[in-house]
């Protein structure tokens, strides 16, 4: 089992992305009314904590008013695990991470969380490729009696949780699962330069993205790529960690290693063999012989790259989207908002169609909603291309769904006195 911990400041989304995601299951609400909307759930945080943000004398005003938290156990160790026991595994988490003291850097104490006696929200997802199952936690930073959840090295916490519940259960530890994802991935990598005919860096992240893996490059200033990290499920890593010759600037020196240019041997011609005749030979006056110049062999342009790049920013991180170049202007030209939004873009409508050409259901229908969507359809389980469907007819297929995903939500009211 792997668990990861951060605080997040967009509290509103993080939950709504828990709890409203497509098939997402609640599992339990601690501390909280039952049945109430995520909406509801992140104002009763919120709320808590500006209520208790008076009794703060020292430091600075609380910002960030929650830690999200992801708990993915392996198909294996998961199996026919029911919702009870889903929710045990949430208490159990944070029952652990409490009872872990650190002395962050800088401090002279011992410091610990309170995270079971804040309040939280547990929700279920399946992941939409391999279909393992893994729990959201939503926590308030402020818990029942007023006091502030420490949140100093909240990550490394989140690992000593796991390696303590992985011991108690006799399942395998992170950093073994770790291990075992990072050369999958390494594998897979070398395996998708031996078999590309010609070095091109966007094919390699479409080869590595249909493989179901999440890719995420990095550019400087002047577009120019200098990192990326790689990952699936809660597992993600940069370059460097999968291998020196996986990294940005060794890609293309790793692809020749695998692809050497064949030498060419030069064959010195044999010395022609002179026969004596017997005939007497006649002086030959030497022709004068011109200078011919060497007709250089002509250059071949180098073809143009047949895929786009686009960095697209969700309101649940940056998502990097490999388009074909075919298809580029179908989104980019047959965008439209529709009426009644007037929160949204073309541009935003664009985008979230890339987002679901390229697999990115979550992302595409965050951003979606962040824009004044959500009245409209969503796509289904099992969305992406059918196997005859060309990429055009995909694409527009996309923007039509997207189209339909920034309709506004319509207001139902009652009859008032």
């Known amino acids: 089992m792997i668990m990861l911990a951060k605080v997040v400041p967009y509290g509103g989304n993080a939950v709504r992305y828990a709890l409203d995601k497509e098939k997402a299951k609640v599992v339990k609400v601690n501390h909280m009314p039952e049945g109430i909307d995520p909406t509801a759930i992140w104002y009763m945080m919120k709320h808590h904590c500006q209520l208790h943000q008076q009794d703060r004398t020292v430091g600075r005003a609380l910002e960030r008013l929650m830690v999200q938290f992801v708990i993915s156990p392996s198909k294996e160790e998961a199996a026919n695990f029911t919702m009870k026991e889903w929710a045990d595994l949430q208490d159990e988490s944070l029952e652990t991470m ?246 949204a873009t073309v541009e935003n409508v664009a985008r979230t169609a890339m987002l679901l050409f390229a697999g990115y259901i979550d992302a595409a229908t965050s951003l979606s909603e962040s824009c004044g969507g959500g009245g409209g359809s969503v796509p289904e389980s099992g969305w992406g291309k059918k196997d005859d469907e060309d990429e055009r007819a995909f694409a527009r297929r996309c923007l039509l769904m997207a189209h339909s995903m920034y309709k506004p939500k319509t207001v139902k009211r009652g009859f008032h006195r």
Request: proline share 7%.
């Open 98 to 343: 409490d009872s872990l003291g650190l002395i962050p850097k800088g401090m002279e104490k011992e410091v610990k969380t309170n995270f079971r006696n804040s309040m939280n929200v547990g929700g279920l997802h399946s992941d939409s490729k391999s279909g393992t199952l893994h729990l959201h936690m939503d926590c308030c930073r402020v818990d029942l009696e007023g006091n502030t959840n420490d949140v100093h090295d909240i990550h490394r916490r989140a690992m000593m949780a796991a390696e303590i519940i992985n011991m108690r259960h006799g399942w395998k530890q992170p950093q073994e699962i770790r291990d075992m994802r990072k050369k999958a991935i390494a594998d897979f990598c070398e395996y998708t330069l031996q078999k590309m005919q010609e070095f091109d860096v966007d094919f390699y992240f479409k080869m590595l993205r249909m493989k179901g893996y999440e890719v995420t490059p990095r550019y400087d200033k002047s577009k120019k790529l200098v990192g990326y990290t790689i990952g699936k499920n809660a597992s993600v890593f940069k370059a460097s960690a999968i291998g020196r010759r996986f990294m940005a600037s060794q890609l293309e020196a790793t692809w020749k290693k695998f692809h050497p240019e064949p030498t060419q041997v030069r064959v010195k011609p044999a010395s022609p063999t002179v026969t004596p005749s017997s005939r007497p030979s006649r002086p030959v006056t030497p022709k004068p012989t011109s200078t011919q110049t060497k007709v250089q062999p002509r250059v071949q342009a180098k073809p143009l790259p047949s895929f786009t790049s686009f960095n697209i920013e969700t309101p649940i991180g940056n998502k990097a989207v490999v388009i074909p170049n075919s298809v580029k202007d179908i989104f980019l030209k047959e965008a439209q908002v529709p009426e009644g939004n007037d929160t």
